[in-house]
C-alpha cells in the first residue's frame, strides 16, 4: 500500500506571545503550513478539533462530501452530512482524543451531497494532534473506497457463484452415475459373453472413479459455501 508522511516544518514559534487559551488558539498558529502541505494532496484531509468542528479541510475533501471548503470551518460533520452516520466517526473521536492513540481504517458508509441517493464507503485514519502532552484535535486521512468495496463484492459473489454451480453440477451428476453403477453391477451378474463382461467392467470401473471425483465436488462444495446447495421446487417438464 502507499503511506502518505507529512513533515511539517516553519510553525511559528509561540514563545513571545502569551499562551493561547482556547483549542481553536492553539490550533490556528499550524493552519497556515498544514493548508499549504494538504490543500491538493489526493486524499481527503482535514483537521477537527476536540469539539468535532472543522478547522481545515482541502479541497479532495470538500469534493467527498460535495459541501464547499469554507463551508465546513466551525461546523461538525453531523450538521453538514446529515444523511451520513456519524456515530461510527464520532465514537472513533473521542478515542484518539481520550488515548491520544491513532486509528486507522475506519470505515463508514452513507450519502454525502456530493452523490445524493448513492451509498458511498469511506476509509478514515485518525491521528491526534498533541501540543505539551495535550490533544488538541485530530488530524484526518479520508479515502473513498466505494469502488473497492463494490469489486469485492461483485468478486465475493462471482466466486459463490462458481462455487454454488460447482456444487449443482456435481449434484447433477451424483445420479446418473448411480445409475450406471447399478445396472452395471447387475448386468455383471448375468450369462455374458466374456468379451461384453469385460466392457462392463471397464464402465463400471470409470462409474466407481466418477463416483468419487463427484463425491469430492459436492464436499468440496459444501465446505466453501457453509451450507447446502440451494434448491427451489417447480414443475417438472
Known sequence: GRALVLVLVGLPAMTEAPPPSSTAELLAGALPVLRSVTMDIPLGFAILDDQHRFHLVNRRFAEMTGVPLEAHLGRTAAELLPGFPGEVPIQRNREVLATGEARAGVEVTGETPAAPGQARTFRAHLAPIKLDGRTLGIAVLVEDVTALKRAEAERERMERFQETF????????????????????????????????????????????????????????????????????????
Open 166 to 237: 460447482m456444487g449443482m453440477v456435481g449434484h447433477d451428476l451424483a445420479g446418473p452415475v448411480t445409475s450406471i453403477l447399478v445396472s452395471g453391477g447387475a448386468l455383471l451378474r448375468e450369462d455374458l459373453r466374456p468379451p461384453v463382461k469385460s466392457t462392463l467392467r471397464r464402465i463400471v470401473r470409470s462409474a466407481r472413479r466418477m463416483e468419487r471425483m463427484v463425491g469430492q465436488l459436492i464436499h468440496f462444495t459444501r465446505l466453501r459455501i457453509g451450507c447446502a446447495i440451494p434448491l427451489q421446487p417447480g414443475a417438472i417438464a
